[in-house]
């Protein structure tokens, strides 16, 4: 099969097809044996097949990049900056990553002037770090007095950065005047990492839905796409009868996290199908063209707590601050609208957080008891979290651990 660009799509040669044409030639190239002769040995191990086996390499690789071009016109197949400038068309942007902000507290024994990013954005602020050497500097510029003052600082590295009370500790440019640095709580605001291709594609595709009406996708694309909103979960009902989910006959439920109230019941307003009833707690009315008002409704997740049983210990024995790495682990910890809890899941985070972490046993549990490997809330709109108080850690609680 020669390499073609049809109506079909692009079609490119097999390995074996450039293996055998390399080979044996074709009517405008004599090939390896027209050259060489037809006893040329093209065993895997001789020098000619090693030869004809370097060509066929460096053509498929051509063909690749000719794929890799071709597909990039796709926006479900583009990838990092091509996919930005598909995405570019329809106005939507690749979210960037944001920085982990923390309060701390700066002790002097004088009147220090301290240099913030705010002057010296690239290098020469006052910056501090952990003892993994998570760098944080003075996001303004400030003149301090004698005593405790509390600063704002950010981390240097963009993405979400867990740091445990009383981690920032080492003064990583001295400073004449300074005498100590430290955060008493986590952070003030939890920086994220950049967009990733797939969370690009996927949020293209809900807001290329967004123009339809009446439809699940319309509805659910709207309601993401609303300012402020976190997640969003759309239930809807085609039988005749309440659903195991609660939800009405032929009626929809719109269960959102975050977002003002009002933008979202414009968002959600005109992609609702027409007839279908709404329920939820919150009611908002809707203005119509003629004037009267159309009574908009959806539910906030209600929140769950969730019980974590933890026995952990090093894998290499080495010491473990399971009091820090609880705090990290709960401070990252989040649950989707109705989504499951799995001890998998807790596991990977932990590990993620501590390489070294061994989790001997474990469960989780919608009471202090009674531990599984996953558990599911008690209902579509509840949403679990995490408090120190339910999570337990070789069997004593965070928040006394």
Request: proline share 5%.
């Amino acid at each position: 099969m020669p390499d073609l660009l049809d109506s079909t799509g692009l079609q490119i040669k097999t390995r074996t097809e450039i293996f055998n044409e390399i080979l044996d030639g074709t009517a405008s190239y004599p090939g390896m044996r027209g050259i060489y002769g037809q006893d040329i040995n093209v065993e895997p191990n001789s020098p000619d097949a090693q030869m004809v086996e370097i060509f066929t390499q460096a053509a498929i690789d051509l063909r690749e990049l000719a794929v890799s071009v071709y597909n990039s016109f796709d926006p479900d197949k583009a990838v990092g900056r091509v996919l930005d400038a598909r995405c570019a068309i329809n106005g939507i942007y690749r979210n960037a990553g944001t920085y982990t902000t923390i309060s701390v507290n700066v002790t002097t024994d004088r009147g220090v002037a301290l240099p913030g990013l705010d002057n010296y954005p690239n290098s020469g602020a006052f910056t501090i770090s952990d003892s993994t050497g998570n760098k944080f500097s003075l996001v303004t510029g400030a003149a301090v007095l004698t005593g405790t003052t509390a600063l704002t600082f950010r981390a240097l590295a963009l993405g979400a950065l867990t740091i445990s009370p009383h981690a920032l500790t080492f003064i990583t440019t001295p400073t004449l005047g300074v005498l100590s640095v430290d955060n008493p709580s986590v952070a003030l605001s939890v920086g994220t990492e950049e967009e990733t291709d797939a969370q690009l594609r996927l949020r293209r595709m809900r807001a290329m839905a967004i123009p339809a009406r009446g439809s699940y996708e319309s509805i659910l694309s709207a309601a993401e796409a609303t300012e402020g909103v976190v997640q969003a979960s759309l239930y809807e009902n085609v039988t005749n009868t309440t659903d195991a989910n609660g939800v009405a006959p032929h009626g929809i439920w719109l269960i959102v996290e975050g977002g003002d109230d009002t933008a979202l019941a414009e968002a959600v307003y005109p992609r609702r199908p027409l007839g279908t009833p709404m329920q939820g707690s919150t009611t908002v009315n809707v203005t119509q063209v003629d004037g009267t008002l159309f009574p908009v409704k959806f539910s906030r997740p209600t929140p769950q707590l969730l019980y974590l049983n933890l026995v952990l210990s090093a894998t290499d024995g080495a010491f473990i601050d399971y009091s820090g790495l609880g705090y990290r682990f709960l401070e990252q910890s989040s649950f989707s609208i109705g989504g499951f809890a799995d001890l998998t899941t807790v596991v990977s985070a932990l590990r993620a957080l501590q390489p070294n972490i061994l989790v001997s046993s474990g469960g989780v549990s919608l009471t202090d008891g009674s531990y599984a490997a996953q558990v599911s809330p008690s209902a579509v709109n509840r949403q679990f979290y995490l408090a120190d108080t339910s999570i337990t850690i070789n069997g004593t609680k965070l928040n006394v651990l």
